[in-house]
Structure formats: structure tokens, C-alpha cells
């Protein structure tokens, strides 16, 4: 089992930035992969920016450039900065872990991005 706590979301306007941090209740180092997801209002859940087990990283076309993915192994926490956000940004952030055949989230935290 893997317990994962996001924090950081909230209210922002158009432009600003947000920081958004997720910590694993076991070593990040033994994830397949481990990232970021986000579901909109009405819309599927889709992947923001990932870790692969290689330490490559993938992200979205719409945040490429914005959003900067970011880890502390001592810590056992991902980073996902955020930077110029857009109301298309506004979601659920969600963090999760893979790891073999697993696949565990977090919560999610609430990230607005008003005009």
C-alpha cells in the first residue's frame, strides 16, 4: 500500500502560480512511474507531467512549458510547479504512484484558476 497526500491547491488568478506537493508514504524511488493527473468538471481524468522509473519525464501539450515537475527523494515528494495558469487549468490535481501491476492516487487538491 502506498498513501499519498497532496497539498498546495487553492484559488489563483489568471498568470499566477501555484505549487503543488505530494508525499508518498514510501520510497519514490521503487515507483514505476509517478505523477500528475487532473479531472475538470465533466471531463475525464488526464495526465499533467509523470516521472517514468528512468527519471524521463512526459507532460500534457497544454501545460508544456508552464508546468514543471520536480522531486526530493529524501523526502519522498513530488513537485509540481505551476506557472501562468489559465481557468483551463482549473481541476482536481491528483498524485499517483505505479509501481508493478498497482496503481494508488491521492485525494486530489482543488486548483481555480479565475479570469
Known amino acids: 500500500q502506498v498513501q499519498l497526500v497532496e497539498s498546495g491547491g487553492g484559488l489563483v488568478q489568471a498568470g499566477g502560480s501555484l505549487r503543488l506537493s505530494c508525499a508518498a508514504s514510501?520510497?519514490?524511488?521503487?515507483?514505476?512511474?509517478m505523477g500528475w493527473y487532473r479531472q475538470a468538471p465533466g471531463k475525464q481524468r488526464e495526465l499533467v507531467a509523470t516521472?517514468?522509473?528512468?527519471?524521463?519525464?512526459n507532460y500534457s501539450d497544454s501545460v508544456k512549458d508552464r508546468f514543471t515537475i520536480s522531486r526530493d527523494n529524501a523526502k519522498n515528494t513530488v513537485y509540481l510547479q505551476m506557472n501562468s495558469l489559465k481557468p483551463e487549468d482549473t481541476a482536481v490535481y491528483y498524485c499517483?504512484?505505479?509501481?508493478?501491476?498497482?496503481?494508488?492516487w491521492g485525494l486530489g487538491t482543488r486548483v481555480t484558476v479565475s479570469s
Open positions: 516521472y517514468n522509473g528512468d527519471g524521463s519525464t
Open positions: 514510501r520510497s519514490i524511488n521503487g515507483a514505476n512511474a
Open positions: 499517483n504512484y505505479k509501481v508493478m501491476l498497482y496503481s494508488y
